[in-house]
């Protein structure tokens, strides 16, 4: 079993959460697919790291970053959804328009 | 076919069928749990890789964290409004483009260097030692930008109480 294995499953979930983004009306499902495409992201980060030859910290180190910034983007979020429901009362991406053009 | 290609291919078809069903779905609570089935999918992943804490750190942030927290503020923007479960017209363009993007990243990966063939597991007390030493500064920046988060997020939500 090789790096390339990881690789790939690594880019189907980043496609497929790419296509969430992109199709998507409600904001928790983007937010949702957000998630994925992080997931991606970290998969390969730790398949690099463990198929280092002399095995090096970083790739898990920074896996780990982006934990935590997952976890503080998904609290953000979530404030921000919940303040737009309060004042458009629908979780709908397309109605909020208002910075558009 | 070796035991652990087995146990990727069991993995990966649980990644992407719970990522499927994340973007397929119709309703937005199955959407979340299904996303909790592809990552712990993606936890088993990281068990294949060597990596025990970060699947640890993955089933207990997205697990017991982050899929609650969702649900939660589901349930509290819970609208009638079946507008927004449905998808928009751009579906033709984006599966083009993800399909592209996935074609692409494929072909990058195969026709790369492979390198070596070995997995090697990373002692806990290196990950530590690592993060404490030399990655000590941004460790720390990363604990200021959860606290400014938490207080981002509940100015903002008071914010809205106001109005």
């Known amino acids: ?101 | 076919m070796s035991a652990s290609l087995l146990v990727f291919f069991v993995l990966s078809i649980v990644c992407v069928g719970g990522a499927l069903g994340v973007v397929l779905a119709r309703n937005v609570v199955h959407a979340t749990f299904l996303l909790l089935l592809s990552l712990m999918g993606v936890a088993g992943v990281f068990l294949l890789l060597l990596a025990e804490f970060l699947a640890l750190v993955q089933v207990l942030i997205y697990g017991g964290a982050i899929t609650i927290v969702v649900l939660f503020v589901i349930m509290l923007t819970k609208s009638d409004d079946f507008h927004s479960m449905t998808d928009n017209q751009q579906r033709p363009i984006a599966f083009i483009v993800s399909l592209g993007l996935f074609g692409v990243l494929t072909f990058a990966a195969i026709t790369g260097d492979t390198g070596n063939n070995v997995r090697s597991s990373l002692k806990f007390a290196d990950l530590g030692d690592s993060l404490f030493t030399k990655w000590a500064i941004p460790f720390e920046v990363a604990s200021l930008i959860l606290l400014v988060a938490l207080i981002g997020a509940i100015v903002i939500s008071k914010q809205g109480e106001e109005e």
């Open chain 1, 1 to 101: 079993m090789t790096l390339v294995y990881f690789q790939i499953l690594s880019a189907a979930l980043f496609s497929i959460g790419l296509y969430g983004v992109l199709v998507r009306r409600s904001a928790v499902l983007i937010l949702l697919c957000i998630e994925l495409m992080l997931n991606a992201v970290n998969i390969n980060l730790i398949a690099f790291s463990a198929y280092s030859e002399p095995i090096v910290a970083t790739g898990q180190v920074i896996a780990i970053f982006v934990i935590t910034i997952a976890a503080a983007e998904v609290g953000l979020a979530l404030a921000i959804i919940i303040n737009l429901f309060r004042n458009k009362g629908s979780v709908d991406i397309d109605e909020v328009d208002l910075m558009k053009w």
